[in-house]
């Protein structure tokens, strides 16, 4: 069974800083392309950062680019999320995701979120 597992959401005030992280179980965690996505109220599911499967390569968003840095750790299957200069903009729910494609079909899974809120 494979589970995506999020953790670190919270409460912080504008400037301050959080660390997400996603535990990957019932999966090669090495195979796959891990991502966050996040979701505010009333608005559509957006990405966040990407870093690929073997962690050489990362993309991000532009409102996140300079603020937020994806990482992976192979040896603990988990991938995690920093985010520093946090704005009550990204306040969101937060989702991990792993994809991969192999032999032409995509194989996708999702984690049940955690929720960041940035006010004063």
């Known amino acids: 069974q494979v589970q995506l597992v999020e953790s670190g959401g919270d409460w912080v005030q504008p400037g301050g800083s959080l660390r997400l992280s996603c535990a990957a179980s019932g999966i090669t965690f090495s195979s796959y392309d891990m991502s966050w996505y996040r979701q505010a109220p009333g608005k559509e599911r957006e990405l966040v950062a990407t870093?690929?499967?073997?962690?050489?390569?990362?993309n991000y968003a532009d409102s996140m680019k300079g603020r937020f840095t994806i990482s992976r750790d192979m040896a603990k299957n988990t991938g995690y999320l920093q985010m520093n200069s946090l704005e009550p903009e990204d306040t969101a729910v937060y989702y991990c995701?792993?994809?991969?494609?192999?032999?032409?079909?995509?194989?996708?899974?999702w984690g049940q979120g955690t929720q960041v809120t940035v006010s004063s």
């Open positions: 870093i690929t499967s073997t962690g050489g390569s990362t």
């Open positions: 995701n792993a994809a991969r494609l192999r032999l032409g079909r995509k194989y996708t899974y």
